[in-house]
């Protein structure tokens, strides 16, 4: 039975676009490590591409860091892998640096002191 009433479709929503969320450090630096602890190596050159969307873009990274555009976006494609010495250099051009923590006290234990050796 017809009510006479109409249904309204929802509005087209937009994708998400993480680079329009990070607006100050600690957002950036948060982004990052959770693309870190994911531990999915081929995610950190996309979250590091966001990253680069969101403060100014590969032109703007680029003159921060020294490294051409086309450095950037080969090193920050789908199929690129930064070395260390250059995810490094970028990370700095965010304001951020590599850091390593012991799994064990991530999970809450703290891990035994290891002998010293001879």
Request: glycine share 8%; net charge positive.
């Amino acid at each position: 039975m017809r009510t006479g009433k109409t249904t309204k479709l929802a509005a087209a929503s937009a994708p998400f676009r993480a680079a329009a969320h990070l607006r100050s450090d600690t957002e950036i630096a948060a982004y990052i490590e959770a693309m870190l602890a994911d531990g999915d190596a081929r995610a950190v050159p996309v979250a590091l591409r966001t990253v680069a969307k969101a403060v100014g873009g590969m032109g703007a990274l680029a003159g921060k860091t020294g490294l051409s555009r086309e450095t950037l976006y080969r090193t920050l494609s789908e199929k690129g892998n930064p070395r260390l010495d250059t995810l490094a250099t970028i990370l700095a051009a965010f304001g951020l640096r590599l850091s390593v923590r012991s799994t064990a006290t991530l999970r809450g234990r703290r891990s035994e002191p290891r002998p010293a050796q001879a």
